[in-house]
């Protein structure tokens, strides 16, 4: 049975370009340590912001580990790319990130990632996987935004 799109929506408490700015520019502000390849304290997330940028963790001492390339940048309102941190690029699923303002002057981001029924067998288990891991990240990116 083909895996289901994930979907996950959320408020956070800052206009969409600032939002777009701490998910895209400051991803480490609020990136748990625990949750990249390396586990390292010291690390720096980057998206290169153009169609084709890679994303990847930098290590303290230089180090780089892949975890995706960025398909579409269309700053302050949607983000698009191939997502693949721990897994080889060849079970990369993709993620569409956007950000929408709201009459009360929050920013609603709707996460669409796709893609699982790539996986095979394998394909409900990670889906599974995946939504309790943006549950996680999700907080702690909602407190970077009020912070």
């Known amino acids: 049975m083909p895996a289901e799109p994930l979907l996950v929506e959320f408020e956070v408490a800052t206009d969409p370009a600032h939002a777009f700015d701490l998910w895209a520019k400051r991803t480490a502000l609020w990136w748990p340590k625990g949750h990249t390849m390396s586990g390292e304290p010291d690390i720096d997330i980057v998206f290169e912001g153009h169609q084709g ?3 990847y963790e930098r290590t303290g001492t230089g ?4 975890w995706g ?3 579409i940048w269309q700053p302050p309102n949607r983000l698009r790319y191939l997502w693949h941190v721990f897994f080889d690029r060849s079970e990369a699923t993709t ?3 956007t ?6 002057g929050e920013t609603r981001v709707t996460i669409e990632q796709t893609g699982f029924e790539s996986l095979g067998e394998a394909a409900q ?3 599974k996987r995946t939504a309790g891991a943006w549950e996680a990240l999700i907080t702690s990116y909602q407190q970077i935004c009020a912070g």
Do not use: Q
């Open 53 to 55: 940028g890679r994303i």
């Open 63 to 66: 180090i780089e580990h892949d």
């Open 69 to 71: 390339e960025v398909l």
């Open 95 to 97: 993620v569409e990130v």
């Open 99 to 104: 950000f929408t303002a709201t009459v009360t």
């Open 125 to 127: 288990e990670r889906r």
